[in-house]
């Protein structure tokens, strides 16, 4: 008796107090998302001595550095310490000086002989993360020509986000000094990084954010009102949002049934960027945007269930890819969207053994309530199919635990009906470093989704192949002349470790792939 008084008056205290649309809990709810310090990235011919200096290696050779003046005594330090230490400029090398010269810190970067953009790109990364906590503002310089000092910066922008901006307690001061990228024609390289650099990185930065922000700040509405924030006053590009009384309208059993268990109201968004010049047909990225995913009455277990808080990885990685694209105004025309939709068990919540239907009037016999992904997607793409009658439909979602156990945090599952499309994805995948593995689909797996009282269930029986049989079930729902591709992000959406572009934590995995996709036409 006692504790319940008790939580009745701390649910009162935390009670919100104003409109039928706060939600209980969302007091943290900050007027921004992610954090905001850090350092700047700029261009110049010159830089001042006093600076952290990063330069970029190929091998072990000092390489005549543009804009950056060593004394005869500086670089014969740092050859001592080269041979020292053996440091060989191999990709992912880093040999780290300090006591030379005015510079605070001398911090050699290897990106490996005749270095790709990408590898460029990955130097920058390792730079921006070892100078994190380096107060001073940081040079860049080294061997890389002056058309590729944007791949340099393009990787620094990915490799220095953070996410820690609810420690308060004995935190470092966040590094903020600038970070300039020195060589001979800096108003070029400026220009390279503004056209397609900075877009592609802020896409990648709104994904990870809204994928790191918990979900008690980050929910259908307030996923919504980010992505507006994101794209306010970018040309080229219109909003559509679908509350639970126009998808019921329309029919839209699916999206509205997984979210009918939560207070916090489902959607549907989407987002069409149209670039001058480009064809008639879109093509449309759908994204899984389940912004938690508790598995409903089929409840998940608890452990590791916070990670959760980023099962709407898809939908946020699709809306970093149109900001992307719209940004650069790139010559492309796609359409966004985002089924999102909060899965949680309640009175209310669907059961497993409800029926549900689509748009189009399918049944699916809803087995699992934690097989929900694939339920939101078939209504997305049932929608965007006919109102927006594109020419490909790209899933890509958080989907199973199965393409974990397949791929491991290496490859993303791809699954695809259509030939051209799987290998246009992979060669995306390959040329922006996030990397796909093609997974079957065979007809006899609809054998396996079959059920007894409806089109489909959305669950099989027993062991199977998991990631397959979920991508089977989202293809139900795409018609068979329309190129249609899956991609499973389970394993990649999030990573223990840090790697040189990708810190720990939620990756923004698919903004750079699908980003490179739609330019590849
Ligand atoms: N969001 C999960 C999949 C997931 C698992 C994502 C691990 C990231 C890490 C998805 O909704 C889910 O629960 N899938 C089930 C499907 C099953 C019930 C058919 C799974 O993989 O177990
Ligand atoms: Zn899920
Ligand atoms: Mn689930």
């Not at 400026?190 to 990870?208: I, Q, T, Y």
């Not at 635990?401 to 009906?417: K, W």
């Not at 190129?483 to 698919?510: C, Q, Y």
Request: net charge neutral; aromatic share 6%; proline share 5%.
């Amino acid at each position: 008796m006692k504790s319940l008084l008790l939580s009745a008056c701390l649910s009162l205290a935390f009670a919100p107090t104003a409109m039928a649309q706060t939600i209980a809990g969302s007091g943290v709810i900050p007027a921004t998302i992610g954090n905001s310090a850090e350092r700047a990235i700029g261009f110049a011919a010159s830089a001042p001595a006093d600076a952290a200096l990063v330069i970029v290696m190929t091998d072990a050779a000092l390489p005549p550095l543009n804009g950056v003046t060593l004394g005869a005594g500086e670089r014969q330090a740092i050859t001592a310490a080269i041979a020292a230490a053996s440091f060989d400029g191999k990709a992912g090398s880093t040999l780290s000086l300090r006591g030379i010269g005015a510079h605070p810190r001398i911090l050699l970067v290897g990106a490996g002989v005749s270095p790709s953009s990408l590898a460029l790109a990955e130097a920058g990364g390792k730079a921006a993360q070892e100078l994190k906590s380096e107060a001073q503002p940081v040079v860049v310089a080294g061997a890389y020509g002056d058309a590729n000092a944007a791949d340099v910066a393009y990787g620094f922008a990915l490799g220095q986000y953070r996410f820690d901006r609810y420690q308060t307690v004995g935190k470092k001061t966040p590094a903020t000094g600038a970070a300039t990228f020195v060589g001979a024609n800096p108003s070029g390289a400026e220009a390279a990084f503004a056209n397609r650099w900075r877009p592609l990185a802020d896409g990648v930065r709104l994904s990870r954010d809204l994928a790191n922000e918990p979900a008690n700040v980050i929910y259908p509405e307030t996923f919504v009102t980010e992505v507006r924030k994101s794209l306010a006053g970018v040309a080229g590009v219109s909003i559509e949002v679908l509350d639970e009384a126009a998808m019921r309208k329309l029919g839209m059993g699916t999206i509205v049934g997984v979210g009918q268990g939560s207070p916090r109201g489902s959607r549907l968004l989407l987002v069409r960027y149209r670039g001058a010049g480009s064809p008639d047909a879109p093509t449309a990225f759908v994204g899984k945007g389940i912004t938690f995913d508790s598995g409903g009455l089929s409840l998940k277990p608890g452990a590791g269930m916070g990670n959760m808080k980023g099962d709407m990885s898809g939908a946020a990685s699709v809306m970093g890819a149109v900001v992307s694209l719209a940004k650069s105004r790139a010559p492309v025309h796609v359409v966004g969207v985002a089924a999102l939709a909060e899965n949680m068990p309640d009175g209310n919540a669907q059961r497993p053994g409800d029926v549900t239907r689509t748009m189009s009037g399918k049944t699916i016999e809803m087995v699992n309530a934690d097989a929900e992904g694939r339920l939101v997607l078939a209504d997305a793409n049932e929608y965007v199919a006919k109102a927006y009658k594109p020419k490909a439909i790209v899933n890509i979602a958080t989907l199973t635990g199965a393409v974990v156990g397949a791929l491991d945090n290496s490859y993303a599952g791809l699954f695809a009906r259509d030939e051209a499309l799987a290998a246009r994805l992979t060669a995306a995948g390959t040329a922006s470093g996030e990397e796909l593995w093609r997974l079957p689909l065979h007809k006899d797996y609809a054998e396996r989704m079959k059920s007894d009282i409806a089109d489909i269930r959305n669950s099989a029986t027993g062991q199977g192949p998991g990631a397959s049989l979920g991508a089977h079930f989202i293809g139900f729902f795409v018609d068979e002349a329309t190129p249609w591709a899956h991609l499973d992000i389970a394993g990649v959406n999030r990573s223990e470790k840090a790697t040189s572009l990708v810190p720990k934590g939620m990756t923004g995995f698919g903004v750079r792939l699908l980003d490179q996709f739609a330019r590849s036409e």
